[in-house]
């Protein structure tokens, strides 16, 4: 079992996180830490595979954190927060993290990033030494977080409405998607129109007769 120490101020957050871990086959939560000092702590007590590890702490910033874990632990880091600006990105790169989560996410962009965890150790394992093939493998794409989806909106109906536009030779206007998909109009608009806000679907304009134009949704 690779072992994860979940690093989170909030109580209920933190309980989420290690539900997400604990559903994941192959993880185990072997500690919960509330405080900076209470990472480093547990995470020289428990020796932890990986850390999960929040930003914004009462005592310790996650950041400090990080540089501490980096000079006397031997432990992979996943930052999980909701900061969004560049220099945390970037301090974040620096001190060497495997992945930034930015909250509030789904439990499948949690799950890939573990999976994609399991499997590189599992590759460095099997190897007695690396060529640059193997090295390629390691440092390459990782898998990317999947976004939030409005409120609302569900991760199936997202896929009905997406298939649908994609079969849509020239697009299709909500109507047609409703109409295709079974779902009501105004529903059918509000995937449509995240799709549109996301950059996955582009939207034209169709001019007829008398009134509004036709909204038309292209895949991109």
């Known amino acids: 079992m690779i072992k994860v120490l979940v690093v989170d101020d909030?109580?209920?957050?933190a309980k989420v996180h290690s539900g997400y871990v604990?559903?994941?086959?192959?993880f185990a939560v072997v500690g919960v830490a509330h405080t900076g000092a209470d990472a480093i702590r547990l995470a020289r007590e428990l020796k932890p595979d990986l850390v999960l590890l929040d930003v914004y702490l009462p005592d310790?910033?996650?950041?400090?954190?990080l540089r501490e874990l980096r000079t006397t632990e031997d432990?992979?880091?996943?930052?999980?927060?909701?900061?969004?600006?560049v220099e945390t990105v970037r301090q974040a790169m620096r001190g060497g993290v495997l992945h930034y989560l930015i909250k509030p996410f789904e439990y499948a962009s949690l799950r890939d990033q573990l999976t994609h965890f399991a499997s590189l150790h599992q590759r460095l394992d099997r190897l007695a030494e690396a060529g640059q093939a193997d090295v390629d493998q390691v440092f390459g794409a990782r898998p990317s977080a999947k976004p939030v989806l409005p409120k609302g909106l569900t991760a199936e109906t997202a896929?009905?409405?997406?298939?649908?536009?994609r079969g849509a030779d020239g697009g299709m206007s909500a109507s047609e998607c409703a109409e295709a998909t079974g779902v009501a109009r105004v529903s059918a608009r509000r995937y449509l129109e995240h799709f549109v806000a996301t950059g996955k679907a582009e939207v034209t304009l169709k001019y007829g007769g008398t009134g509004?134009?036709?909204?038309?949704?292209l895949w991109s």
């Open 10 to 13: 909030d109580f209920m957050v």
């Open 22 to 26: 604990t559903r994941t086959e192959g």
């Open 159 to 165: 896929r009905l409405v997406e298939n649908a536009l």
């Open 75 to 85: 432990v992979d880091v996943i930052l999980i927060t909701a900061a969004t600006d």
């Open 212 to 217: 509004r134009p036709e909204r038309r949704y």
């Open 60 to 65: 310790l910033d996650g950041l400090s954190v």
